[in-house]
């Protein structure tokens, strides 16, 4: 991974050496979403208290798009029980169900409907920019500002102790906001569980001593 090769370049050790750390048969990947809802006392909740992550690296996209499905056509037609099959076709920026009869799409789906007409219905897709990540640096709590198409890298735990204190993993946490949603999304990277992390002996002398034990992920 070109992150992990440049962080080792960093420290002038060799281009694998963190990286084969994260990228063995049993590594581990997960992906969590987060929904964070408006808050009436944002002063008084938090979303996510203070923490630090126990992974590698957590990769975090803080705009997710939301799609708005909006149908103006037959919004007030009675849709009543007969089974039929539909395809589902994207054309022109719409999103049109169209009967099986009807030139071919992707994606088949089942309904059913008393009389069968096209229904069409317009896509519109937004991105709410909603802060709500903070990091503490210190003594003091810093809003981490939202990049749309921008990811937002944070070096974590394993990280600190692979470095052996020279990389750090933030405390960080996420506040409530009054009016608005917040959505996210978070990838975290770890090794193998049972893969044992410590200091990389390198970064180890008696100038630098090792300052973390060994560890299992």
Known sequence: ????????????????????QFTEEHEVMSARFL????????????????????SGITFLLQVLPRILITNNEYHNERINLRLLILWLSIE????????????????????NLERVRPLKVSIQTSYPEVEGLQVFNDGKWYM??????????????????????????PLHRVVTN?????????????????KEIGSVDVLVDEK??????????
Do not use: W
Not at 35 to 51: E, I, N, R, S
Not at 96 to 109: D, I
């Open 144 to 169: 981490v500002p939202v990049i749309r198409d921008a990811l937002f890298i944070n070096l974590c735990d394993q990280m600190q102790i692979l470095s052996n204190g020279i990389f750090k993993s």
């Open 178 to 194: 009054k009016g608005k949603a917040r959505i996210s999304m978070a990838m975290f990277i770890e090794p193998d569980p049972n």
């Open 208 to 217: 630098t001593p090792r300052v973390y034990k060994t560890v299992k992920n």
């Open 1 to 20: 991974m070109v992150i992990f090769e440049a962080m080792a370049k960093s420290l002038d050790l060799e281009e694998n050496c963190l990286s084969k």
């Open 92 to 111: 022109d920026e719409e999103l049109c169900l169209l009967e099986k009869s009807r030139p071919v799409s992707l994606f088949p789906v089942a309904a």
């Open 35 to 54: 929904l964070y809802p408006p808050c009436p006392t944002p002063d008084q909740v938090l979303g996510l208290k203070a923490h630090s992550d126990k």
